[in-house]
């Protein structure tokens, strides 16, 4: 078959490689749209910690957002058919740990993340899925079912936060992670939303998902914009979806007294310019949020209902073959670039 390989660092190339065989308990499923994260940058990049401290080693096939149709099933899988259309969850934690009899594979120490390290992803025409951590995706369309997985990120924000009526949020950074919290912050019901961004394109997007206000980061500050923005009011939750040191600082100066602040991007390198110092006299909460473990289900619902709009962040699409091309793109960044998918059927 044929898959995008990472073999080295900002080397990528569309190759053959065997088709995988499903053990008892997984799906072969046949992909047919998958979207560029940038964690798929990072581990183009080496830039995760666990490929810097030997846990995990290219090559590797990336890719952990994506959408397919079952084409064989293990032995001692139930509940899913050939022809399905289906999707599945990056993080597969061991199935025995504490964490993972609660449903919170995602931070399981001894997980793999499919795409991401120690198991190949959907940069592929097949790959195998526990069935475990498999979704339906019934009616939804490909580009859609990609989607989902971004948008478990985004629910999974606003749950950790615990987004209520009431609530000022800021969300600082409007890639995908942070479009999708704004959307998300705006279905819990918060009072209202801002959207920062240092791009306007993107800040266009954050409109039309739902935020209140706009604040260009190159003309104005968040903490600035507070007063007038909200009413007098300060942001009680701040979710910061940049990954890069200036904007965990920002969120942090940005959240009020007794403010919650989330923690979603990944950080590209270890931090050394944060300014903890507002984290004691502000008695603020930091929270910590990855993937979207329990929430698969409920995004799928929520999509094929119309109450979360997932479409808009899909900027970009190419074939499977323009894969490292895909991967270039996403690393060099474009004004107009949220979302790249790879649509195998272009092919």
């Excluded at 994506?66 to 990056?90: L, S």
């Excluded at 819990?188 to 954050?206: H, T």
Aim: aromatic share 6%.
């Amino acid at each position: 078959m044929k898959a995008v390989r990472i073999i080295g660092y900002e080397q990528a190339v569309y190759t053959d490689i065997p088709v995988p065989v499903p053990t008892a308990d997984e799906l072969l499923v046949q992909v047919m749209r998958v979207g560029v994260c940038h964690s798929d940058v990072e581990v183009y990049r080496q830039e995760l910690g666990i490929y810097r401290n030997g846990g995990a080693s290219i090559p590797i096939t990336v890719g952990h957002e994506w959408a397919g149709v079952v084409v064989q099933i293990g032995t001692r899988v139930q509940g899913f058919e050939p022809g399905e259309r289906v999707t599945g969850e990056c993080g597969i934690g061991c199935g025995h740990c504490a964490l993972c009899r609660q449903g919170l594979h995602n931070i399981c120490p001894e997980r793999v993340e499919t795409g991401v390290f120690n198991r190949d992803g959907a940069y592929a025409e097949f790959l195998t899925v526990p069935a475990a951590h498999a979704h339906h995706l019934y009616d939804l369309s490909f580009q859609e079912g990609a989607l989902v997985e971004p948008c478990t990120v985004g629910l999974w924000i606003a749950q950790r936060a615990g987004i209520h009526p009431g609530d000022q949020v800021a969300v600082i950074g409007c890639g995908t992670v942070g479009l999708m919290a704004v959307q998300t912050a705006r279905f819990f019901g918060a009072d209202r939303v801002v959207a920062a961004s240092r791009s306007p394109f993107k800040l266009e997007l954050a409109k039309k998902m739902g935020a209140d206000t706009l604040i260009n980061l190159s003309e104005q500050a968040v903490a600035d914009a507070a007063p007038t923005v909200t009413s007098g009011q300060e942001f009680n939750v701040v979710i910061e979806a940049t990954g890069v040191a200036e904007g965990a600082t920002l969120a942090l100066r940005t959240a009020a007294p007794r403010g919650r602040v989330v923690i979603t991007g990944v950080f590209e390198k270890e931090l050394q310019a944060i300014d903890l110092n507002t984290i004691m006299p502000k008695e603020l909460t930091v929270i910590g949020s990855l993937g979207g473990p329990t929430v698969f289900d409920e995004a799928v619902e929520l999509i094929r209902k119309g109450k979360l709009q997932v479409l808009p962040i899909n900027t970009h699409t190419l074939p499977l073959s323009k894969g490292p091309q895909a991967l270039a793109m996403v690393a060099r960044g474009q004004p107009d670039l949220v979302k790249v998918h790879l649509d195998c059927s272009l092919n």
